[in-house]
């Protein structure tokens, strides 16, 4: 996948119901019926080996940094009350070059409601970053606001199993009926920061100085690559959509 693919994929997720007016948190949003089954949305969701979880352990909203999990994953995090957090560690493998991987993680939170069809829709609080390291690009590691407009983001439909071995089990199907891979309950209790916008205003200038002031101590794409490279196949068969 072009790196430039993946960037637009990232756009794509922005725009489609911006129309709405801003999302309130309306109180309670537990279905259970027959296909939003067996337990709420609440809590935190992890695919995979569950490396990658929302909160304190993923992302430092603070300074704009991530902490890379051993392996790449999604985690989605919901309050019961209408809060969401988002977590992504994703790699991209490149078929003609494979050395040329994209690595992008993702933190992001906000609102979120479900509408009377089922579908989840979200709201960022603006705050939301993503890093993304491209081996082969002339700009290899960057930093940027994600959703920093407040987009609201539309997520099909979602669906909640039980796991005869794993538990609680999640499907969320993305704006286009995509499915992400199936999250699993990593607790019940969501793990998440606090539910309101944690910067005034997350610029790309301060992105920028953010990533000059840390790129001495930060983790470089050599370290990082030496064990993604190892997860590519798998990363590529389970987590790029
Ligand atoms: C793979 O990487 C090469 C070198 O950077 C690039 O020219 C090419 O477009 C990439 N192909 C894909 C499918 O991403
Ligand atoms: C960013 O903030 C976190 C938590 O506050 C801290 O642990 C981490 O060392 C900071 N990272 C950088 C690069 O300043
Ligand atoms: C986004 O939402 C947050 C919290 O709801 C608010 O503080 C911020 O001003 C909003 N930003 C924009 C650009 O609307
Ligand atoms: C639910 O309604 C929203 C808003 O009208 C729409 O975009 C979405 O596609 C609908 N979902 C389903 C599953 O029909």
């Not at 991530?66 to 309050?79: D, N, R």
């Not at 439909?157 to 969320?172: A, E």
Request: charged share 10%; hydrophobic share 40%; aromatic share 12%.
């Amino acid at each position: 996948m072009r790196f430039s693919t993946i960037i637009a994929s990232l756009a794509l997720a922005v725009p489609a119901l911006a129309q709405l007016d801003s999302i309130q948190s309306t109180g309670e949003q537990m279905i259970l019926n027959d296909i939003h089954n067996t337990t709420s949305l609440g809590g935190s969701w992890s695919t995979g080996s569950k490396n990658v979880v929302t909160g304190p352990q993923f992302a430092s909203p603070n300074n704009m940094s991530f902490h890379f999990p051993k392996t790449t994953g999604i985690s989605f995090s919901f309050t019961n009350d209408g809060f969401f957090e988002l977590a992504q560690y994703r790699i991209f493998g490149n078929g003609s070059q494979p050395n040329c991987l994209t690595a992008m993680m993702l933190w992001d939170h906000g609102r979120y409601t479900i509408l009377a069809n089922g579908s989840i829709v979200t709201q960022s609080f603006g705050d939301g970053y993503q890093q993304v390291q491209n081996a082969c690009a002339a700009v290899s590691n960057f930093i940027q606001p994600f959703n920093a407009n407040n987009e609201t983001t539309l997520y099909q439909q979602f669906r909640i199993f039980t796991d005869l071995q794993d538990g609680y089990k999640l499907h969320i199907f993305q704006f286009d009926g995509t499915p992400f891979p199936p999250q699993f309950q990593v607790s019940a209790t969501p793990i998440m920061f606090p539910t309101r916008n944690l910067h005034n205003t997350t610029t790309a200038a301060a992105a920028k100085r953010s990533l000059k002031k840390r790129s001495a101590g930060e983790r470089s794409w050599a370290s990082v690559g030496a064990g993604a490279i190892a997860l590519v196949v798998a990363a590529v068969a389970s987590v790029s959509l």
